[in-house]
């Protein structure tokens, strides 16, 4: 076997927030880290750019609520500030091809429908709260509940078309996949995960209340910094071997990355460590080759846990015209390219910025339009709910979460049927030195920057309660790093 | 960029039979081409082992049927023959605990069940035939077939719990996935592709007809021998680079392997090829990195296509006693560890072997119990089906698929719902010089060593397309090796 390159106590896998805070936290133990991270940034599904005129715009997750304590914590201690999500005004409600105006959460112009939806998102929270955030299978119907997805659900819990279209509106902004692709199990439980399911979609007191002046991203370059050359960037993780210490010898990791190097050639660069906290999607980490193999529900957990798939689009604009017209730049539409459409402006109004969601079997599809065939059918859907204005942004600008090959897609993982109840406990269920981290092992807040923090919370205690005191790295003296 | 180590016509990653029969088509074609294998054997999926007390074992894919004609084909030109699956005597049909015998494919303890049964089966082969086995997503109803799983259709179709367990079983049988698992779309055509779903489960005159005297693995062994030094084992593809062309540079790939020495050190080895087939399940494929990352749609599709999970047992006596019993050794269960098995006993009867299949999640679960655990329940229910002389083999072994990291399940790629209508195309569709092969993409028989065999002759004849005669190695000298 070659050598190790560096030797650490920990290595951490994936410098999203999940991998930031497990790092931190087990920094903070006294414990010598490394993160190795894919990308040439940190920030994972949350990545704030400014567009060339100068607009600041949230690629990826962007929002705060309440009962994300460690999100706003974390945005206190670095002195982030945040700001309410616009929502002054009516909302838009498009309709097989007409446009209602309607204040509140659900739609009105279909007056049954309207109630139809109260009714059944009701039920369905309260059929989440039976449900677990984080042993699901523990149900008593838990193999019913999994057997069938949420479009079978509320197919029969709803009596209108309009219900079932807005439910479907709900899971596409939500998870990136239609309610046919999700197990009702995994929705109840990952609603619960974040209250229910109508906090994941409220915004005033809800998922999307508030935004952070700045971006979303700047909390984790902050910690980014605080890590400094603990995290290396440009250096996916293609392969690791592990022994559990079964026979005797201590169980440990060694991590082979591949390092760019400046001229774009690649190198191996293997780190050993005591333990390895992944902290990425289950669908990207298995991407990496493990050996031994991982045991056989893990494996099969992975390649049932597909990342949602989501464009986020922005149309800049020098002002937030819809806003004169008593338009809060919501929208939610039964059909089309963008389902689900919200005002990202900056909190001084000093531009107008409307933010969009293309999710799902139509994200997939509109591959083959392009990225002109894109804008041009969200533009003519803008037009079509704030008027021609909305046609002529001073920019455009989209992430396609599915082609970027480190996340797979966005913004969650959608779990289908039957895979919670055969493969759940794989989920967060340590691999010998190997432990999981990410927003999809979180048991609040799962698939939000919320659930990234307290997993690598979760992980790190974990790391830190297998490592006692007498086996510290500063006790045993393995802390001879031979540099990068 | 390090230069390329090789350099071929075309590479094909995967030596399983549709990676050995895209090698072959192309060679007979006049290309120059190279097999990267992961494992240190060719066959894939299809696995045939000889136990200590000198028993045959297929510990993978081993029947052949009716219109299976290239694997024919192959058996024919390497000498292999074939034999009837022994089924004579009754079959048991195993319901509610109790043990009963049948005769024919469909048991017949509940006679309301059976001819439920019967009549839900050919409900589903009626459906199958509308579906097309290569393009289901333009069927008029894909949409809703493909929302669907096969567990809610049946629970309408049938009308008695017999038959919603025989189906269950069926699809257990087959994909290794509970039909909860699996959208009614990809049944019906994947059915479709090997004739109808009850071609598929039918002994006599269906997939299980007749087995290979000495194994299902020998015409790969054969295959391989002739491509000689064009394969290399222990040389996983780990990453892929490649460009399709469009700049005016000529479309190729830079294909990156990663080989095991002697002294169990790994080495990177880089193939340049102007076309790349990968034969393998996209599961496994979505190991491979890629840059530029593969189109969303196909990194979705990927991400969707989870592999069953099946582990095959055999259990050898001195002899195939439940023949004086009058028993075929078939049973089929409606609950427990095993719920099929078949006589595997070599044609002349010299010992006697049962085999059996433990599928989808009961598969999964069972990995906690160990494989001495498996034993002990695999045993017990053979013997309530043998009596006690089933307890007593003189050998038990068994091949977990889930636990093989270059299938990551088996025996085939389950589909749940609502992937094939959103991300289906992408399974064909070379993406510039990269072509796709495995049993996967087969047009017949998708999911035996027949499609396979198909996949591989479709993705060569692709290539060969792409790569006209003025363009070949040959003629444009490119066909510098430089040895491996």
Same sequence: chains 1, 2.
Avoid at 24 to 35: H, S
Avoid at 225 to 245: F, K, M, N, Q, W
Avoid at 308 to 322: E, L, Q
Wanted: contains cysteine; negative net charge; aromatic residues 6%.
């Amino acid at each position: 076997m070659t050598p190790a390159d560096r030797t650490v106590d920990v290595v951490v896998a994936g410098a999203g927030y999940s991998g930031l805070q497990t790092a931190r936290t087990l920094v903070d133990a006294g414990l010598d880290v490394l993160v190795l991270e894919a990308r040439d940034r940190v920030g994972g599904r949350v990545l704030t750019e400014v567009t060339p005129s100068g607009a600041v715009v949230d690629q990826g997750g962007q929002w705060i609520g309440p009962t994300q304590d460690r999100l706003q914590a974390l945005a206190d201690e670095y002195g982030v500030s945040t700001f309410p999500t616009y929502l002054d005004g009516a909302n838009l409600e498009v309709r097989d091809g007409s446009v209602h105006p309607f204040i509140g959460l659900v739609p009105t112009s279909d007056r049954d429908g309207s109630a139809d939806t109260v009714a059944t998102l009701l039920d369905l929270d309260l059929l989440a709260q039976e449900v677990s955030p984080t042993h699901p299978w523990d149900h008593p119907d838990a193999g019913a509940l999994d057997r069938i997805t949420l479009a079978e659900w509320v197919e029969s819990a709803a009596d209108t078309q309009t219900a079932r279209s807005l439910v479907a509106t709900a899971a596409l902004a939500v998870f990136g996949c239609g309610p046919e692709e999700l197990s009702l199990l995994y929705v109840l439980s990952y609603a619960h995960s974040g209250g229910s399911m109508s906090s994941l979609i409220r915004t005033a007191g809800g998922a999307q209340e508030r935004r952070f002046t700045g971006g979303a991203q700047q909390m984790a370059l902050r910690l980014a910094e605080r890590l400094g050359d603990r995290i290396v960037l440009d250096a996916p993780v293609v392969s690791v071997s592990y022994t559990d210490g079964g026979t005797g010898e201590p169980a440990g990791v060694m991590v082979t990355a591949e390092r760019r190097g400046a001229d774009d050639g690649r190198s191996s660069w293997r780190v050993a460590a005591r333990r390895l906290v992944v902290a990425m999607p289950p669908a990207v980490q298995g991407r990496i080759a493990f050996d031994p193999p991982l045991p056989g529900s893990r494996e099969q957990l992975v390649q049932r846990a597909p990342m949602g798939s989501v464009t986020k689009i922005h149309a800049v604009y020098d002002r937030p015209f819809w806003r004169d017209a008593g338009l809060s730049g919501q929208v939610v539409a039964d059909a089309g390219m963008l389902r689900a459409t919200f005002d990202d402006s900056p909190e001084d109004g000093s531009h107008g910025i409307l933010m969009g969601f293309i999710a799902g079997a139509v994200d997939r599809s509109s591959e083959s339009d392009g990225a002109a065939g894109r804008q041009r059918v969200c533009l003519e859907e803008l037009a079509r709910a704030f008027g021609p204005e909305a046609a002529e942004p001073i920019e455009f600008v989209e992430q396609r979460w599915s082609a970027e090959p480190y996340s797979r897609g966005g913004p969650v993982a959608g779990l289908g049927p039957g895979v919670l109840t055969a493969c759940g406990p794989s989920l967060r269920m340590p691999v010998g030195p190997i432990h999981w981290a990410g927003t999809e092992t979180a048991s609040v807040w799962s698939g939000y920057i919320e659930g990234a923090l307290e997993s690598g919370e979760r992980a790190a205690t974990e790391v830190v309660a297998t490592l006692d005191g007498t086996a510290l790295n500063r006790a045993t003296g393995l802390d001879e790093s031979s540099g990068q």
